[in-house]
């Protein structure tokens, strides 16, 4: 059988983490650590940080997340595309998501030596907002408990990590889903633009009850 490249993208984070998790040295030298990069020129490290996680509940929910919503962008890019080009697309479209999506906190913290992040949440970000607009309507669960449209909950999301990345009263990088997020946005519809009509037109006819 052969395998997707939303799959492959999941193994490979899957084993690099597992990797990490168990070698402390390892997991330095992947975080994204915006001191680091400043001074030592380390600028791989947007990349290798999202493909590593802190522990297997923070790989299992970013992993989770994008195997249901890659597919669709994988898919999209692959008939817009062809299979061969829309996979190379696809890819880059992925590792960008991690990339853009660091580079204001790496504005924000390049001079803070205790500033740390890791997590493929810039790029899982990227592929849910993408799908959103690709399928607005179709329903995103949260827990499995509480299901709502995707515009609408990708609209809550958006306001929900904006004001948390103000704030900075925890240890999550909102600021990389906020972004991430954006990207996925701009890039399915300069990808598509025809998308942003049938986006548009869908959200309008939306009732919801």
């Given amino acids: 059988m052969e395998l997707s490249i939303t799959v492959v993208l999941i193994i490979v984070t ?7 998790i168990n070698n402390a040295a390892f997991m330095e ?6 001191y680091k990069i400043k001074r030592n020129g380390q600028w791989d490290r947007f990349i290798t940080s999202g493909f590593i996680h802190k522990d ?28 061969v080009l829309g996979g190379l697309v696809y890819v880059l479209f992925y590792l960008l998501g991690i990339v853009i999506s660091d580079i204001p906190t790496y504005l924000k913290n390049k001079d803070n030596s205790y500033y740390r992040a890791l ?11 993408a799908s959103i607009i690709i399928l607005p309507l179709s329903d995103i669960c949260l827990f499995g408990i509480l299901c709502l449209p995707g515009f609408i909950l990708g609209v809550l999301f958006l306001l929900y990590s904006y004001f948390k990345g103000k704030n900075q009263d925890d240890a999550i990088n909102h600021d990389a889903h906020l972004y991430g997020a954006i990207f996925g946005i701009v890039f399915i519809l300069l990808v598509s633009p025809s998308s942003a009509t049938t986006f548009i037109n869908e959200v309008m006819s939306y009732r919801p009850f």
């Fill in 14 to 20: 899957a084993i690099s983490s597992y990797y990490g």
């Fill in 29 to 34: 030298r992947c975080m994204f650590i915006p």
């Fill in 56 to 83: 297997y509940i923070h790989l299992f929910f970013n992993m989770f997340t994008f195997y249901f919503f890659g597919g669709v962008v994988e898919q999209i890019l692959a008939y817009k595309f062809g299979v």
């Fill in 119 to 129: 997590g493929a949440s810039g790029g899982t970000a990227a592929t849910v907002f």
